[in-house]
């Protein structure tokens, strides 16, 4: 098992296929792009499955999410998913789903997670200096059309943008009949623009939403390693959720390990520290042997991302590079 100093084990693995994104979310990156990862460095499709094999046969991981970047922008995303022998989601910015859903489903895919920030299209330009809005509802649609249920919205909001639209989307997230997550901005910004006071909380988008609904907690629903505690919207059915990442830290419960696209293991989304294993793979290391690397990966995490801790330094790499 992939199993921590403080007991907790991953059994959810998050992989990274690209660095690239089609968007330029202002919490993620600057209006011009990043620099991406040179294409060597870049896992092989044959050695992502590889590693995805190694995780699910050797240690313990039942759940895989594939991210980037944009993971949509991988040219074999399709045969990666259908070779994929666990529970598969996919987090994306629904860009290309329209052409992809029905594939990606047939392949395997289980669900998507979507996101969704604004349902204004000059906010959206605004927000992901992209003119795609209508791409973007398209992609949702496609994707629920294809079976890929529950589709998942990711929203965040940010105060100077649309923290005014949280109401609006969690309506029109019900309409659809889509589930709603809110989730608190992170230190994970390529730009290190993140300021804590300028963050909109968990307990700002509750107060927001109970201006238009009534929301009581979700009793019937546990936890666990979820990130996001659960609200009944109205008494139920239609339920939303929000990640309070920073206010509410869910690290003692976390289940979770990653692999960036250029191979390494991070054992939490803000460590400051990785571990190659694509350099031992190709160098012709077994599958034991990296499954070892994976374990003493993992050992090593901390029991907590010390946002709140006065000497926390932000990851070097901003999201677009560890997967979310």
Not at 280 to 309: F, T, V
Request: aromatic share 4%; charged share 25%; with cysteine.
């Amino acid at each position: 098992m992939l199993q921590d100093q403080y007991g907790r084990v991953a059994t959810d693995l998050r992989v990274s296929l690209t660095d690239r994104c089609s968007l330029r979310c202002t919490y993620c990156m600057p209006p011009e792009g990043l620099p991406w990862l040179p294409s060597a460095d870049i896992l092989t499709d044959a050695e992502i499955i590889r590693l995805v094999g190694i995780a699910t046969s050797l240690l313990g991981v039942t759940e895989v999410r594939y991210t980037g970047g944009e993971p949509l922008l991988r040219p074999g995303l399709v045969e990666i998913v259908r070779n994929t022998p666990a529970h598969t989601s996919l987090t994306t910015n629904a860009l290309g789903l329209t052409r992809l859903a029905a594939p990606l489903a047939e392949a395997g895919l289980n669900r998507v997670n979507i996101s969704l920030d604004t349902l204004d299209r000059d906010t959206f330009i605004a927000l992901a200096h992209r003119d795609r809005l209508a791409d973007t509802l398209d992609g949702i649609a496609a994707a629920a059309a294809a079976g890929l249920t529950p589709v998942k919205i990711n929203t965040v909001l940010l105060r100077e943008h649309n923290a005014h639209e949280a109401p609006s989307l969690l309506a029109f997230a019900i309409e659809h009949g889509y589930e709603l997550r809110f989730i608190e901005q992170m230190p994970l910004d390529a730009q290190h623009g993140w300021h804590r006071e300028n963050m909109v909380t968990g307990e700002e988008i509750l107060a927001s939403l109970a201006t238009r609904f009534t929301l009581t907690p979700d009793l019937g629903t546990v936890r666990g390693s979820n990130p996001a505690e659960t609200w009944l919207v109205d008494g139920g059915p239609a339920k939303v959720g929000v990640i309070a990442s920073v206010t509410r830290p869910f690290c003692g419960d976390c289940d979770r390990t990653r692999l960036t696209a250029d191979g390494q293991v991070r054992n939490c989304l803000f460590a400051r520290g990785e571990t190659d294993l694509r350099g031992p793979l190709r160098e012709g290391a077994s599958d034991e042997d990296i499954a070892e690397l994976w374990r003493k990966a993992m050992w090593g995490k901390l029991p907590g991302h010390g946002i709140d801790d006065p000497t926390f330094l932000q990851p070097d790499r901003p999201m677009s590079a560890i997967g979310g």
